[in-house]
């Protein structure tokens, strides 16, 4: 993937900020400093934060309007922009203005993405040139699930899920459920009943329909939400677990069939009608626009 310079105009742009879901995730081990070893699909939906950002002459990084309940300093996509200023020695300032639309604490990587987007974004407006890999080790800092973004396609990963590999899934029309509840990521990777020595699969094993996510029993003996949109939306489709939670999901072999599904859930749930996509949104954006290629 090669790029070149954005033009000045490329700063009015609205930059997307994608959801991922875990298509399965596995618990294959962990390492002596507590991080988990793991398996996982990541695919892209179409349901994304909106980015704007705007050149400031005073060369601080700073938010437009504060998330409630995240300090400026620790917003991700701030620090995501300070890190980039201070990995290339980059003076310029930037206003960072965020529509949320991605439902906090869901598990659909909301702000993982922002702070993906505002790195590559800002590396393109900022003229840094830096290589997709560099902005993927800097992502890294920042939180396991930056990597993904950064990268901007389906992917299997391994490692703590930073390992990525290029991998290609059916793109489904799928019905999202975020529970009313925020489940503690910390909490379920540090319970004793969580299975830690799951045997690892092939990508093929995968394709095949093996889609368990080891955080599931878990998570469901904790958190009751997740249970009851688990059990309703299995009554179309199978019902899945996106990473730790708590959003919940089912893939559907039709616009139509998912339309319905999602028509029967919002009456009770706070319920999104989305499709899947390989490539990311922000990388689409920026292929149309010819800034990559």
């Not at 995730?25 to 934060?49: A, K």
């Not at 060369?59 to 309007?65: A, E, I, P, W």
């Not at 999602?262 to 990311?280: C, I, T």
Request: proline share 4%; with cysteine.
């Amino acid at each position: 993937m090669t790029s070149k310079q954005i033009d000045s105009s490329a700063w009015a742009e609205r930059w997307p900020a994608p959801a991922k879901l875990n298509l399965m995730l596995r618990i294959t081990g962990q390492r002596s400093d507590g991080y988990h070893l793991l398996q996982t699909v990541f695919q892209f939906i179409d349901l994304c934060d909106w980015i704007v950002f705007e050149p400031a002459e005073n060369g601080r990084v700073s938010l437009r309007r504060a998330l409630p309940g995240v300090s400026e300093a620790d917003d991700l996509a701030v620090k995501a922009a300070n890190l980039l200023k201070e990995e290339t020695g980059c003076r310029q300032g930037v206003v960072i203005d965020v529509e949320k639309n991605l439902p906090m604490g869901g598990g659909l990587g909301g702000g993982s993405s922002d702070a993906a987007t505002t790195l590559v974004v800002l590396n393109q407006l900022w003229g840094l040139r830096l290589p997709i890999d560099q902005l993927m080790s800097l992502g890294l800092k920042l939180g396991a699930d930056v990597p993904v973004f950064v990268y901007g396609h389906a992917a299997w990963g391994e490692g703590v899920g930073e390992r990525l590999e290029k991998i290609r899934v059916p793109e489904k029309w799928t019905v999202v459920i975020k529970p009313d509840c925020h489940v503690n990521t910390r909490e379920i990777f540090s319970s004793e009943d969580l299975t830690r020595n799951s045997k690892s699969i092939t990508i093929g094993d995968f394709i095949a329909g093996q889609h368990q996510n080891d955080c599931l029993d878990v998570v469901c003996r904790r958190y009751q939400p997740v249970r009851e949109a688990l059990a309703d939306l299995s009554g179309f489709s199978e019902a899945r677990l996106t990473g730790t939670g708590a959003c919940v999901f089912a893939e559907f072999d039709s616009e139509q069939a998912a339309s319905g599904a999602f028509r029967a859930l919002e009456k009770k749930w706070q319920a999104y009608l989305v499709k899947g996509v390989n490539e990311s949104p922000l990388y689409s954006k920026l292929r149309a626009g010819n800034y990559i290629s």
